[in-house]
């Protein structure tokens, strides 16, 4: 049976927005974190504040103050700041969407069980997403709201887990999987419906270094749309991971694209790892061959020395604008490294471009 679409008119917004000019996906979240300079308490809250994880319940056990169990730290999971920190998250939001972003990404990138299991939180997975997307999408219906005629879109973000399905983490074990698909599947079937539930337009499979678990992504997302009765555009963004021009389990842009092209999606695309420079012949490649929209938000450059990303918002833009002068953009953005004065420069020079034509591919009779 074919669906109908969840939300149909904001679909044929989404869609009409496409087919008029390039659109903008926001930049980094974690950049923007780390501006913060944030503490163990903040990533707490009152919520955490205690020095245990909130009372629940694992196996029958209770975790509380005097249970004996060791505590599990915080800091750096950037996901738990849109229930303790929502202004900080929220204020990220509101500031893409003033530098021009028509896309928000949600603050989700680790909300699946499998990732916040290194947390001790993988009974906050549903709540997680439901609570990340409501902040995205309580600022782009606000500035929707000053201009109506330019409509905004929350972009459920289901990142790659810390698992792969496709290669065994131990090199005296070629044949074990630390995860499977089935696995996979059922953590992406919570967040999905988290996201769902929380009002994204629009739902992401990011940085995928394993087609694998992006399939396994995929097919919970359809089962989840089974149950709701209806559909969200999807999304998926691959990662090209070294100069190899391979993602990690071996396959190149175009085969990424073939292995995924049967999922009828709103775009095919490629972010992180490289910078504009180094991902633009890749992004080439997927022009040639895709029949959906391209995507690509790049990182601001390669890494240095210290774990920063050097590329000014002025270079990166004028990088990208040439990638849209040569017909390879339908949306663009920016990703680790990126902040809002680099989507605001990328948004000016892509501004006057035409979207990338999609090419029509010859079928077999």
């Known amino acids: 049976m074919t669906l109908a679409w969840k939300h149909p008119d904001r679909v044929a917004a989404l869609e009409a927005a496409l087919a008029k000019r390039i659109l903008i996906l926001d930049g980094a979240m974690g950049t923007m974190i780390q501006r913060e300079g944030l503490e163990e308490a903040d990533y707490r809250g009152g919520r955490f504040a205690q020095g245990y994880d909130a009372l629940f319940a694992v196996g029958g056990h209770v975790h509380g103050p005097d249970c004996g169990c060791e505590a599990s730290d915080q800091r750096g999971n950037n996901d738990l700041l849109s229930l303790t920190r929502p202004d900080i998250i929220g204020g990220i939001h509101r500031k893409y969407l003033e530098a021009g972003a028509d896309l928000i990404e949600t603050n989700t990138f680790n909300s699946t069980s499998i990732s916040l299991a290194d947390y001790r939180l993988t009974h906050l997975v549903r709540e997680l997403n439901r609570e990340s997307a409501r902040l995205a999408r309580a600022e782009c219906d606000a500035i929707e709201a000053r201009t109506p005629d330019r409509p905004r879109f929350v972009v459920g973000v289901l990142g790659p887990t810390s698992r792969t399905a496709s290669l065994s983490p131990d090199v005296n074990r070629p044949g074990f999987r630390a995860v499977s698909f089935d696995d996979l599947a059922e953590a992406y079937r919570e967040s999905a419906r988290g996201l769902i539930e929380g009002s994204a337009d629009i739902l992401m499979v990011e940085t995928v270094f394993d087609t694998l678990n992006a399939k396994a992504a995929l097919f919970a997302i359809d089962d989840v749309f089974d149950e709701i009765g209806g559909r969200l555009p999807v999304m998926v963004s691959g990662t090209i991971t070294d100069a190899s021009g391979r993602t990690l389990s071996g396959q190149t842009a175009e085969a990424f694209w073939y292995s995924l092209r049967h999922a009828s999606l709103l775009s095919i695309g490629l972010n992180c790892a ?85 090419p029509e591919m010859e079928t077999a009779e």
């Open 274 to 358: 490289l910078g504009a420079r180094e991902l633009r012949q890749h992004i080439a490649v997927l022009a040639q061959v895709a029949d959906a929209p391209l995507s690509c938000h790049p990182n601001a450059g390669l890494p240095n020395a210290f774990g920063g990303y050097d590329e000014t918002p002025e270079s990166m833009a004028e990088q990208l604008r040439e990638f849209a002068q040569s017909g390879l953009l339908n949306i663009v953005g920016g990703c680790c490294g990126t902040t809002p004065e680099h989507i605001a420069a990328i948004a000016a020079a892509v501004a006057d471009v035409a979207p990338r034509e999609l």
